[in-house]
């Protein structure tokens, strides 16, 4: 009887801390993307630049900012190749045109996705994601 009560804990707890991580990642894509796109309006050539360090203040663990126009790639820390590179008709690998619902978000203004875009301005927008 002690064992189904302790395993139900468990799986409980666990639930529970996945939920707080995933919260927590999603605080910090909402922060990140948040003062990226401050910075964007502020100091734009120096926001790109930070944008694209690995090591910069835009990037925390396996979370980053990027930063895009249209579907066209501005600013990639982990992916500096992909800048000026137009994806709106590329897909994941489940076959979704996922730079098209990403414009979509912003003009729809839906949320609470795993990638957190934010407009920066008419043309440009940032967005951070995490990885469940």
């Known amino acids: 009887m002690r064992k189904p009560i302790i395993f139900t804990l468990i799986v409980v707890i666990g639930f529970y801390l996945t939920g707080y991580a995933f919260a927590d990642d999603k605080a910090d894509c909402i922060s990140l993307s948040e003062a990226a796109a401050k910075m ?56 979704k045109e996922y730079i098209k619902e990403y414009i979509k978000v912003l003009k729809e203004k839906v949320s609470d996705k795993t990638t957190y875009v934010l407009k920066v301005d008419d043309d440009y927008y940032v967005c951070a994601g995490h990885y469940k």
Not at 60 to 71: L, P
Not at 73 to 91: E, Q, R, S, T, Y
């Open 40 to 95: 964007m309006k502020e100091d734009f050539t120096g926001a790109l630049c930070e944008i694209n360090k690995k090591d910069g203040k835009f990037v925390k663990g396996n979370i980053y900012v990027f930063a895009m126009r249209g579907g066209v790639v501005v600013a990639h820390p982990f992916k500096p190749k992909l800048a000026g590179m137009d994806l709106i008709n590329h897909k994941d690998k489940e076959g």
